[in-house]
């Protein structure tokens, strides 16, 4: 089945709002915002899913968001809670010396040490 185009959604909507409000409403478009009958501006995606509640079925875009704010909230927690790990082994093995560390002893030697060490 394929989408609805642009003009198809807008009829359809204008014709819906019609029925419910017993009186002429107008959909206008300027840019990619839409208002209807001078209210607030929305966005086409917000008029698809007033379309979609009005024909009485769940708006598949608000759920697949609902899912996708969901699983990235998961994501930042289990990012929150296990820290990420350094590994030891940086080239150095044998020593056991961070990069820091081997970088302090041979600059010390010199007399000065550069900011932040």
């Known amino acids: 089945m394929s989408k609805p185009t642009k003009e ?12 419910k409000q017993d009186s002429a409403v107008i959909i206008e478009q300027k840019g990619s915002w839409y208002k209807i009958d001078g209210g607030k501006s929305l966005r086409f995606s917000e008029l698809e899913s007033m379309l979609a ?12 968001e609902a899912k996708l704010v969901a699983k990235t909230t998961q994501s930042m ?22 990069p820091k560390a081997l970088w302090r002893e041979k600059l010390a030697g010199k007399g000065q040490l550069p900011r932040g060490f």
């Open 8 to 19: 198809e959604v807008i009829s359809a909507l204008e014709s819906a709002l019609t029925d």
């Open 53 to 64: 509640e009005m024909n009485g079925k769940a708006a598949p875009t608000a759920a697949t």
């Open 77 to 98: 927690a289990a990012a929150k809670k296990s820290p990420a790990t350094k590994k030891a082994d940086s080239g150095n093995a044998g020593s056991g010396k961070t």
